[in-house]
């Protein structure tokens, strides 16, 4: 509403867009919803990928770190194992199958133990897993490389194995102490600890 004698007051933009032809003003507006909605679209995956990265730091916090590292450790080395076998064309049918048993079923340990790990942090549920994944990456790493060295490979694969049998079998004594039961405690679960203290060289 506009007092006898005072001008109304009018909005230079809106003139401007009365002025211009109606599909032009259309296109106008949808240019600017087009910008705001892709605002949002980049901002909202950021913000869910934030959110997911601080859950995850939260969730691992309380988590043992070493069965934490035996994990993402036995998944690089295995994972690679059999993109590497399904790469070798010259692996077909039961020659194919056999190469892939024992990568697969380390896959299979290691996702395991991350299950649990990502359902609870008592180590009294985690032991049991760990114990499996440290006994059978002990049983394969402190023979593997002893056979490997055998063989006629060249000394760079023989070092190379090594290498990796060192490391897995250092990741899986230091994530079977980060979960054993403390010296001392009975329970019927004593003779698995000693299988495995003994086959990745625990105290």
Known sequence: MTLRGQRPAFDSRAIGEMARPSGEIVGIHCRRAARRMGDRSVATPVAHYAAAMRRLRLMLADRPWPVVALVVWTLFVWVQ????????????????????????????????????????????????????????????????????????????????????GAVSVSLAWMAWRSVRRPSGAGGDRESVDGAVRAAVGGQ
């Not at 996702?111 to 942090?121: I, K």
């Not at 009294?124 to 049983?139: D, I, K, N, Q, W």
């Open 81 to 164: 194992r059999v993109i590497n076998i399904a790469r070798d064309d010259s692996l077909r049918g039961g020659d194919l199958l056999g190469a892939l048993v024992r990568p697969v079923a380390f896959v299979a340990v290691a996702g395991w133990v991350a299950a649990m790990l990502a359902r609870t942090a008592d180590v009294e549920r985690l032991r049991r897993p760990v114990g499996v994944a440290c006994l059978v990456t002990a049983a394969l790493w402190l023979v593997q490389p002893v056979i490997i060295a055998m063989r006629d490979y060249s000394v760079g694969f023989v070092v190379v194995h090594a290498v990796l």
